[in-house]
């Protein structure tokens, strides 16, 4: 009956042997499904950790855009009061040249008024005219 007793032993062996393999398998199962959804966490945090990366990336590259705009719309309408004042200043100049230029022309139509003997005040005659020529 040795061998009936080696028998149970090894069956009895065998179904614990069994047993522990399911516990194993259910304990990686359970594992490997914990395992599944922490990456899973880990790699929706760091999905959400991109968009806002993106969305903040995307707001500081619009602010800065803005930003620049409204820098160089400054800047023109600067430049536009600067062009403006030369504008000005420049007619003012202009004019005051061409005021001194008139004078000048009127100076000298006098100079020559009074050289060849018609200036104002004095009386056009030919034969003092006539005497100095002579």
Same mark, same amino acid.
């Given at each position: 009956?040795?061998?009936?007793?080696? $028998?149970?032993?090894?069956?009895?062996?065998?179904?614990?042997? =069994?047993?522990?393999a399911r516990e194993t398998e259910e304990s990686m199962k359970q594992k490997a499904? =914990?395992?599944?959804d922490k990456s899973q966490e880990t790699g929706q945090a760091a999905k959400e950790r991109t968009e806002e990366g993106k969305d903040r990336t995307g707001s500081y590259a619009s602010e800065?855009?803005?930003?620049?705009?409204e820098k160089a719309g400054e800047m023109a309408e600067?430049?536009?009061?600067?062009? $403006?004042?030369?504008?000005?200043?420049?007619?003012?100049?202009?004019?005051?040249?061409s005021e001194q230029m008139k004078?000048?022309?009127? @100076?000298?139509?006098?100079?020559? /008024?009074?050289?060849?003997? /018609? @200036?104002?005040?004095?009386k056009k005659d030919d034969s003092s005219a006539a005497a100095r020529r002579d």
């Open positions: 009956m040795a061998s009936q007793e080696q $028998r149970d032993r090894a069956a009895e062996a065998k179904g614990r042997a =069994e047993e522990k499904g =914990e395992a599944k800065k855009a803005e930003e620049a705009k600067a430049a536009k009061e600067t062009t $403006r004042a030369g504008q000005e200043k420049t007619g003012g100049i202009l004019q005051k040249t004078s000048m022309a009127e @100076g000298a139509k006098e100079a020559v /008024k009074q050289t060849l003997g /018609k @200036g104002p005040g004095e």
